[in-house]
Antibody, heavy 124, light 107 residues
């Protein structure tokens, strides 16, 4: 059973860069068949998909955040990361990493495994 | 972006009731729709993918149907452990988008 775990600072200052890492265990990022996503949830609100990275390194970002987002992968550490630049209070949210099956997976294009989430507050 | 609209936003029902949640897409998404359950303080969990396929281990009281722009999520007999917020999500077009959620409470 694959497990995902987010890590990173819980407090970021306005205008700085938010950096989070998702460590994947009991499964290899580089084995293929999965996209690795970041999703956030503003306090008391719904879910917003930020973007994904494939094990090959190809990415897609939500156009609403594209100018500020970078998602990268480190297959040697079985981790993928999120960087969100120039943050404001509007970026305060719980950030989740999640696995999405590709067309060959059991649950294609569904987020079948999630991290527990990490709360990130943007404040001076 | 494709807008996903769920109704109702909140719902109160009794144990044993049949519960129905609807999700409407702003354009035709075929059957490219998933449903998730989120309990307070927890990450969402996948319940149904590709409109009607139950994810592994999900009880059969949950079901999904629909196509095009209109979708339905059902719980045939509400159980106390089903208290949660439910989200639909489309994967027809990037960026993926979610409905605003339906909060289900016990009456």
């Amino acid at each position: 059973q694959v497990q995902l775990q987010e890590s990173g600072p819980g407090l970021v200052k306005p205008s700085q860069t938010l950096s989070l890492t998702c460590t994947v265990s009991a499964g290899s990022i580089s084995s293929g068949n999965y996209y690795w996503s970041w999703i956030r949830q503003h306090p008391g609100k719904g879910l917003e998909w930020i973007g994904y990275i494939y094990y090959s390194g190809s990415t897609y970002y939500n156009p609403s955040l594209k100018s500020r987002v970078t998602i990268s992968v480190d297959t040697s550490k079985n981790q993928f990361s999120l960087k969100l630049s120039s943050v404001t209070a509007a970026d305060t949210a719980v950030y989740y990493c999640a696995r999405e099956g590709d067309p060959a997976a059991m649950a294609p294009h569904a987020f079948d495994s999630w991290g527990q989430g990490t709360m990130v507050s943007v404040s001076s | 972006d494709i807008q996903m609209t769920q109704s109702p936003s909140s719902l109160s029902a009794s144990v044993g009731d049949r519960v129905t949640i609807t999700c409407q897409a702003s354009q035709d998404i075929s059957n490219y729709l998933n449903w998730y359950q989120q309990k307070p303080g927890k990450a969402p969990k996948l319940l149904i993918y590709h409109e009607s396929i139950l994810h592994t281990g999900v009880p059969s009281r949950f079901s999904g149907s629909g196509s095009g722009t209109d979708f339905t999520f059902n719980i045939s007999s509400l159980q106390p452990e089903d208290i949660a917020t439910y989200y639909c999500q489309q994967f027809d077009n990037l960026p993926y988008t979610f409905g605003q959620g339906t909060k289900l409470e016990i009456k």
